[in-house]
């Protein structure tokens, strides 16, 4: 009885958070077409006024709009996931800010989508990096990189190629590592990337790469 009182119980629960989710996804697609609405009436505004250059820079789609919808930034196969994966050797848990990708050698790497390059050097650790800067506090990071095609301060947009796909790595050999960030907080790219990205890049068994030695 007791049981059957405790699922009754996790069912209303579970019932009442499907409520506010699918209320929070309505939301979300009104907000959007909200914005959607405003930009088409800022822009017909802008043709109409002096000062359009200003209010079309306002008016410029957010990379937030695009979560979900944005390509993979290489085509390659997903060996490191996001989040925590256990290392089977040393039996602790590793706490993975973005994807590292298995890529052919000399794929190019492109950006997921308009922005500034906010940054474009070598980071120790991380190899040759480069930051693009996508607004509203978005950015996302592409290391172990080589041959860079942008600099600092350049303006870049969505799908144009940043460098190649880098120099190999001793466990995964030549790839990409990436990451979306919010401020300095590291989010989850399989929220960002379409379906279609995925596919394109699948998700391997990333604690058995992990321990995986390639190399004496």
């Known amino acids: 009885k007791n049981i059957k009182r405790q699922e009754g119980l996790l069912a209303s629960e579970h019932q009442a958070k499907s ?3 699918s209320e929070l996804d309505q939301a979300k697609v009104a907000n959007l077409n909200r914005i959607k609405t405003l930009r088409n009436k800022g822009e017909k505004l802008a043709n109409d006024s002096s000062g359009s250059m200003n209010l079309s820079d306002l008016l410029k789609p957010s990379i937030y709009e695009q979560r979900g919808q944005l390509t993979s930034p290489v085509q390659g196969t997903i060996v490191q996931d996001f989040g925590l ?3 089977e050797r040393y039996k602790i848990r590793l706490s993975h800010k973005g994807w590292r990708y298995a890529t052919a050698k000399g794929s190019t790497v492109s950006a997921i989508f308009e ?6 050097d070598h980071v120790e650790g991380y190899g040759e990096t480069i930051i693009v800067d996508h607004g509203d506090h978005y950015y996302s990071l592409y290391a172990q990189i080589a041959r860079p095609k942008v600099k600092t301060g350049d303006s870049i947009k969505r ?3 940043l460098a190649e796909a ?5 466990k ?3 790839g990409l590592y990436f990451e979306i ?12 990337i379409t379906k ?3 596919h394109q890049a699948s998700v391997a068994n990333a604690s058995d790469l992990i321990t995986q030695e390639i190399g004496p």
């Open 115 to 120: 922005g500034t390059v906010l940054f474009a």
């Open 181 to 192: 960030r919010h401020f300095s907080e590291p989010e989850n790219p399989g929220s960002w």
């Open 159 to 161: 799908g144009q190629v």
């Open 196 to 198: 279609k990205g995925m």
């Open 172 to 174: 995964f050999g030549d």
């Open 85 to 87: 994966v256990t290392d």
């Open 19 to 21: 409520k506010i989710a």
């Open 166 to 170: 880098g120099p190999p790595d001793r």
